[in-house]
């Protein structure tokens, strides 16, 4: 068996790129139980703890994911050899920022309605934040199974 070899000037940025990437699937995981916990009390504070995680932790998580994963590519060549478990991670990664803006919006406006006194308890933004951040965490999952066995 042969050992890959990095040049130690690749190290940090692809641990930056590892560690945005944990604390996106991570903070999306949060995401998703505070969904459930939001839906099944109907609180405030469920919901605003749902929408400032995704703000706060999962917005920033990505940026340093997406940022370092094309700092990586670009000093490894990847985009000129373009091998399929790199479109994989590439392919997550642009749909999922979409949908991460979609469940942005929509936990931001679940947390305003709350703030006004309202139940959000039946709320359908809920349930769309519950089932877009389960096919997130899903996509994710897909993206570092394709990084970490590398299928041809």
């Not at 504070?45 to 929408?51: G, H, I, V």
């Not at 305003?112 to 877009?132: D, E, F, Y």
Request: hydrophobic share 60%; net charge positive; proline share 4%.
């Amino acid at each position: 068996m042969l050992a890959v070899v990095r040049p130690s000037a690749w190290n940090l940025p692809l641990f930056f790129h590892i560690a945005g990437a944990m604390f996106l699937v991570a903070s999306l995981i949060v995401a998703l139980y505070a969904v459930r916990v939001a839906r099944a009390r109907g609180d405030q504070p469920a919901a605003q703890f749902l929408a400032r995680v995704l703000l706060w932790v999962t917005l920033p998580s990505y940026l340093v994911m997406r940022i370092f994963a094309q700092i990586i590519a670009n000093k490894e060549h990847l985009d000129k050899a373009n091998p399929t478990w790199l479109g994989i991670g590439f392919t997550a990664s642009d749909a999922g920022l979409v949908l991460l803006f979609a469940v942005l919006i929509m936990t931001g406006l679940v947390a305003r309605r709350t703030k006004q006194g309202t139940s959000v308890a039946g709320s359908g933004q809920l349930r769309a934040t519950g089932i877009i951040t389960g096919l997130l965490i899903a996509a994710y999952v897909v993206a570092i199974w394709a990084m970490t066995t590398k299928p041809t």
